[in-house]
């Protein structure tokens, strides 16, 4: 689905499968946010299709952290031209303890090792202006993107409409989840694009869903 001007959803509406909402930001530089799980790839592939676009035209993946249900369709990308970028702090943890829950899975990490790493700060790719926040709780290197020119936010498992990331995963940490929502929440944010459920557009909607996780979810973690 069409979002504004150079972001496309592909949002995942079956709640019998654990997949994640894939996103584009179609420019100069085609970003794909979060491809999600392998087998179920071809609900972003038909997505793709309708623009006119295959995976051959991706230049560049992000994911948000490596949990299986973002990450595990990059294994389709092996021979394609597409960079692959996620937090060094993710990868670290993915390549140790993390290792295991991925190979339970049938991910090859090694396989799929990353391009270059995301840092705090500027993400700049051609005339993309980018701003990268690291922030764990849900997992150690999640990230969360922010496009000032659009006002919108890509937060991963960060948070949602109506709820927040878990943190019973190997990895999650309530006190380091709240504090990385605490900091997004400072934003000026007109579309807050979430790794599952529904997307939310308009600063009050987007803030009122701060105000409301902090206010009854914080007490859960």
């Known amino acids: 689905m069409h ?9 995942w509406q079956s709640m019998t499968a654990n997949n994640c ?19 179920m790839f071809g609900h972003v592939e038909s997505g793709l299709k309708e623009l006119g676009l295959g995976v051959d035209d991706i230049d560049l993946i992000i994911c948000t952290h490596a949990h299986q249900d973002h990450l595990e369709a990059l294994q389709l990308f092996k021979e394609k031209r597409a960079l692959f970028t996620l937090h060094e702090t993710e990868w670290q943890w993915i390549d140790t303890i993390g290792k ?4 339970a899975f049938g991910i090859d990490m090694d396989s799929i090792r990353p391009d270059f790493f995301l840092q705090q700060g500027d993400l700049s790719l051609d005339d993309l202006e980018l701003k990268v926040f690291h922030t764990p709780g849900h997992s150690p ?15 991963g498992d960060l948070i ?10 190997p990895g999650g940490d309530g006190s380091k989840l709240k ?5 997004l929440a400072e934003l000026d944010v007109e579309w807050l694009l979430s790794g599952h459920g529904d997307i939310i557009s308009g600063s009050k909607e987007v803030k009122a869903n701060f105000e409301v ?3 009854f979810w914080f007490a859960y973690i």
């Open 100 to 103: 295991q829950m991925s190979a």
């Open 160 to 169: 949602f409409k109506d709820g927040l990331g878990r943190t019973d995963l």
């Open 179 to 183: 504090a990385s929502i605490k900091r």
């Open 213 to 215: 996780i902090e206010q």
């Open 141 to 155: 290197g999640s990230v969360s993107l922010y496009w000032p020119d659009q006002k919108a936010l890509f937060t």
């Open 21 to 39: 909402n894939s996103y584009l930001i179609d420019g100069p530089t085609r970003v794909l946010i979060d491809p999600g799980h392998r087998a």
């Open 3 to 11: 979002v504004i001007d150079n972001i496309h959803a592909f949002i």
